[in-house]
């Protein structure tokens, strides 16, 4: 028997409406563990080279970690994966909830889906019986009320249940996949892929068992943990949301002050979710400011601006917590607040993501309109981050008169009009008028406005940055040009290098510092081998289904062990790692396939790296020497520092021979 996965995924043929099973052998789990493991292996050998990501010939893969259902902590998050529409490379989005379970507890590891039905349906898998029922009833509704109907429609209250809203069933290629009312699986454009199969949703009850070889052994890490966990309860007295105005600017004198040792994370992260950046992060610099053009201090200060968003004003519209499976810190919240047309109404606590995107990259001080966007942009089915990065779009072309006043249909686009602000993100959703020029993410708008539009598109390779200014720290700028999936800040960076504590899980990886001048985080030397360990750690998480937060707790989390005692291994951290490694090259590989080429392809803006710097701030005069980083990194990790194409010699290393003659020849 294989403990800790399934051993087996499920094909779904949407063309012909069949089901086929198919067996994964033992060692192939020693080679990938599961989630984004086993699915970058099975897609990059299926989907062919040239494949619309839009057409039947793109695979749609939803996929559970190894450690889910084991019982280990933070070991509940799914992944979605294809081909992406946004990119046109490898797109994978990562997402919480209580989905991971049921697919595992349905008896797969993952459920791929090809081709595409003539009609809108849906999978429905109940108490061991597989259907795709017809969804046309579906079609149109809001993620929020297609689950409540597909509840309702099985009778039963217990279904796991993901869907697209309507933004994927109008193909917008930043749209994701949802679960939970407002938990998404938002990067790189896969609710378009969903959407372009006719799949409204995936409905799942089932239990068969998922068995750990040591069950035992992991309650132990589990109790391990915990201790630790929920011990310095007199440091919470400080960690408030005035203490976090205060951190943002010895952040930006110390950008390690606040991570020391994990103690913070775990207590501000119970308390406020990742809205305790809100105020740190713009002060910092951290937080984009003005569509990447200001600065926090200047353009969004506390006083006026950014202190409306302080997590303890955010807090007070809470009404419960909202905790992911297997997860003891419950960051998420559902609040109660009061929409543009006086209506109370509930809805999940917007994330730091989203209150930078509708906040400091827009001036945009009203967190009434912030709480009703991401409500809106949940129900739709939107990636709240490409929207905001589209609206910033808008704006800047609108001031720079590269936006006709027809076009505009009447909105007055303007930094901090929230009132504009809300109607146009209503025509993304719907497509309508302005709305559909932006739906599909800036690179396509501003190649459909042309003349100069493309100055004021930020993204890297089509997906618009997250809200981590890369000028505030370097590592987030070679992870957004050169990562598989570009524009993503949760592969690596100086930061993630120091919450993880990696050096408590690996032999070998030198301690992080209390504190150090913050010209140090600009240097080129010496940081490379700190990023490829970081990228191949994350993707190993990830393939065990782990939540980031979990991993940011300074290294206390044994991810390493919790494999070990669910597979009944005895794997050295050395060999995870390289799992890590295999996963990620493969992903890049993947690009290549169908003709990326990351350093052509996924190219950062200027402003991105300070070209012009900034003026005034935090950032004031910083520019990111992204050639010299990227080609240390590109050589620490055996890929070609001119194309970022692996090696040869570094695929055979890790036993993808095959995929190196692949790429050679594309």
Known sequence: MTYGCMGQVLWVDLTRGTFREEELPAEFYQSYLAGIGLGVRLLYDRIPPGADPLGPENILGLTSGFLCGTGALFMGRWMAMAKSPLTGGWGDANCGGNFAPAIKKAGYDAIFFTGASEKPVYLRILNGKKELLDASHLWGMDTVET???????AENQKLRIVCIG??????????????????????????????????????IADHREIKAAEPGRIKQLNQEFLKWFNGGKSSRFYLTGKMMRIMGRVLSVSPIAIAVRGDAMRIVLRRYGTIVANVIASQSGDSPVK?????????????????????????????????????????????????????????????YETCSAFGSLLLNKDPRIIFEINDLLNRAGLDTISTGGAVAFAIECAEQGLLAPEMLGGLKLEWGNAAAILALVRKIIVREGIGDLLADGVRVAAQKIGKNAADFAVHAGGQELPMHDSRYDPGFAVSYGLDPTPGRHNTHSIQWWELYGLHRLIPGMPKKKPFYRVKRKYEVQDKAVLWATTSNFVQTFNAAGGCLFGAQMDGRLKVFDYLNAAGGWKHSPEFYLRIGERIQLLRQAFNFKQGIQPRRDFRLPSRAIGRPPLDSGPLKGIRVDFEQLSRNYLREIGWDPKTAKPTRRKLEDLGLAEVADEIDAS
């Open 147 to 153: 689950e409540k109907r597909i509840a309702a429609d």
């Open 291 to 351: 569509n990447w053009t200001g600065s926090g201090r200047r353009d969004f200060p506390i006083a006026s601006h950014s202190g409306k968003l302080d997590p303890d004003e955010i807090i007070k519209h809470e009404k419960r917590k909202y905790h992911c499976y297997a997860c003891p810190v419950g960051c998420g919240g559902v609040v109660s607040y009061k929409d543009s047309q006086s209506q109370t109404r509930e809805a999940h606590k917007p994330e």
């Open 166 to 203: 309507p933004a994927g069933e109008k193909l917008s290629l930043i749209s994701g996949i949802v679960n939970d009312g407002g938990r998404v699986a938002a990067r790189s454009g896969l609710g378009a892929v969903m959407g372009s199969k006719r799949l409204k949703a995936v409905a």
